[in-house]
């Protein structure tokens, strides 16, 4: 099995929670575009840390169902999590789970929307951003998410800024960089390291795509997934599980 985050995971949290992402502005929107949904399925739940805010601020109680294909990830959100959410190392490209979700939702994780360089954060123009390099196995891992919604259900996809070249100091004395490498074809490989004293602690190599909002249009369309709208702020973007 793929370990994409392995490389990463001691220094995630550190690195996600200084700055990185803006978990109580995600957790608060999905809130209220999942409305009084209650069977959730977060894909790439990372360390838990979507969930544990999601378990924080809902009035309602939440069912929910966390994978990623990441075994020392999905270890720290055991230990976060407990047994408040069912956590399962699955792979999205084989995922193939028992019950059919209200939600499926995912920060940072397989499938990602970035803001457009160009036409900034305004009307939600976008590329897609996705882990999975090829157009079958986008295509496989849609029919497999499509499978785990129920008819009706919806899907919650985050938008974040662009991946670009940067660093900044971490609590600790440590340093963060961030490296993108074009590959052509709209495919990049992203370099993460931290550094103490500069010596490299930790190193993540991640690959990636995007696709133009059209290409990513019709991907969707293909696997049953319609554009429905993005949240007023921009976070999330809707799709409707036909
Ligand atoms: C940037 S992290 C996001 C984690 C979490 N959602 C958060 O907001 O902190 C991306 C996660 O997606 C997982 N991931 C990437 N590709 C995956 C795949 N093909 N199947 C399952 N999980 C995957 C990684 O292991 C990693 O934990």
Redesign the pocket.
């Known amino acids: 099995m793929?370990?994409?985050?392995a490389g990463l995971s001691h220094h995630?949290d550190l690195i996600?929670t200084s700055g990185y992402?803006d978990?109580d502005a995600?957790t608060r929107t999905l809130l209220d575009l999942v409305q009084d949904r209650r069977l959730l399925l977060?894909?790439?739940?990372?360390?838990g840390?979507?969930c544990e805010e999601l378990l924080r601020l809902a009035d309602t109680d939440l069912v929910i169902t966390g994978?990623?294909?990441?075994a020392s990830?999905l270890a720290q959100a055991r230990s976060r999590l407990g047994s408040r959410v069912r956590l399962i190392q699955?792979?999205?490209?084989h995922?193939a789970l028992p019950t059919q979700y209200d939600v499926a939702f995912?920060?940072?994780?397989?499938w990602y929307h970035i803001h457009d360089h160009h036409q900034g954060q305004s009307q939600g123009h976008t590329m897609l951003g996705s882990?999975?390099l090829s157009d079958d196995d986008n295509s496989q891992?849609l029919a497999h998410l499509h499978a785990a919604l129920r008819p009706g259900g919806i899907l919650l996809l985050a938008a974040q800024g662009p991946h670009v070249n940067h660093h900044r100091e971490l609590p600790g004395g440590l340093l963060y960089s961030q490296h993108i490498q074009a590959l052509g074809d709209n495919r990049f490989i992203k370099d993460y390291f931290v550094r103490k004293h500069g010596r490299t602690v930790a190193h993540q190599r991640s690959p990636y795509r995007l696709f133009t909002q059209d290409e990513a249009n019709s991907l969707m369309e293909q696997a049953g997934f319609r554009h429905e709208r993005v949240s007023n702020d921009g976070l999330f973007h809707q799709y409707a599980r036909r």
């Open positions: 793929a370990d994409s985050y995630y996600v992402y978990y995600y977060e894909v790439g739940v990372g360390t840390l979507v994978i990623d294909h990441t990830m699955q792979d999205v490209l995922m995912s920060v940072g994780g397989v882990h999975l891992a």
